[in-house]
């Protein structure tokens, strides 16, 4: 344990047209690579109802079949055919009525298990096997099954940023790479500047540099924060018909319409900091002259646990009050109950009342905690660089009952 002496506050295809006087926006999952992960808004804007009897009955049945957990698989596919390269996969899980939200991307060139192929690069299985391939070795490699999937296609993602009337990006460095032979062209300049779906592609799909694919996972994951702001901010509701138009061309889901609306309620619940987001961490090598991401079996499950399950959230605990050793007495009966504490120190100002900070989305694992201590208010304070995932700052209710 380190000191820290601040205070840390702070179905198979969904091709059914939306034609009818409800608009449906999407903010689904997929890019290439990219999570474009969405939602579907619906707007009223007069008139009957949609003559399909078949509407009535995904608006009013329970969103997700009642599920209190759903898990999705968001995964981008380098062309139109159906069998390219799988260059984004990503993992979702989303609790619908706590509002939480975790994402865990998989490095394209994992070197994983494919049912019938043997140990290849992950996003090969696609272009074997297609959607169900894909889905069955991402299931294999996390160890649990997926409710949906969303799928999305290079030539879709170019038309979904159009169809937004592009997006505006901190381009971070100078980016330029041509491939003759994939047709490819990426040529950026650094600063803010609006970009049209080619562009948001081309940076989105950068990775010659020394960061190579691990850069451009953290570049889908910025672009993931920005879409969602653009998305769900209400001066874009004009642009809806168009979206929700080319949103069913060119995206493969199993997602019905009220399932949608109920992800579009709980991303905007969340906030663009409100979203577990973290890589499955691997150590590049060469396998048959091939670069590969080596990946252990042990750092894959703890990266589900924690990330996806919310479950092992770090903590650090602050004593704001004056009794001396609090913070310390604290973080060992944690510890004795399994909980992982990175941080004891003091708070910078007295507290009547214990609080719980939960900086990362581990809402229910801050109520958990609140429970084992006996005590504690859970306030939500997003903070992508705290030490820890929650911080407990002690208050005099607490050292009351520790005397």
Known sequence: MTDLTSNAEAAITTKTRLAFQWWWLIWVAAGIPVFLCGAVLGLVSGGGPPGQAHWFSEILAPSFGGRERVTLLALGVDDSEGRGLADTVIAVVVW????????????????????????????????????????????LLLGFPFDYYVEVNVPGLVELVDAMGGIDMEVEKRMYYRDRAQNLVIDLQPGRQHLNGRQAVGYIRFRHDAQGDLGRIERQHKFLSVAADHLLSSDRLAGIPKLADTFVETVTTNLTVRDMLSLKKVLRAAGRDGIRMATVPGRPRLVNDQSVLELDAREVQQAVDRVLWGEGAT?????????????????????????????????????????????????????????????????????????????????????????
Request: aromatic share 2%; proline share 5%.
């Open 96 to 139: 619908p009525r706590s509002g939480e939200i975790a994402a865990l991307s998989i490095p394209r060139d994992s070197r994983v298990y494919v049912p019938g192929l043997g140990s290849r690069r992950i996003n090969e299985a696609h272009s074997f096997g297609g959607l169900p391939l894909m889905i069955e070795t991402v299931e």
């Open 315 to 403: 903590i650090a605990v602050l004593n704001a009050t004056h009794l001396s050793g609090l913070a310390t007495r604290t973080a060992a009966r944690l510890e004795r109950t399994a909980y992982e504490v990175v941080a004891v120190g003091n708070a910078e100002q007295m507290s009547d009342t214990t609080v719980i900070l939960e900086h990362r989305g581990h809402s229910r694992a801050a109520q958990q905690l609140a429970a084992a201590l006996g005590a504690g208010v859970v306030s939500s304070a997003p903070d992508p660089d705290s030490q820890a995932d929650l911080t407990v700052i002690l208050g005099r209710d607490l050292a009351g009952s520790a005397r």
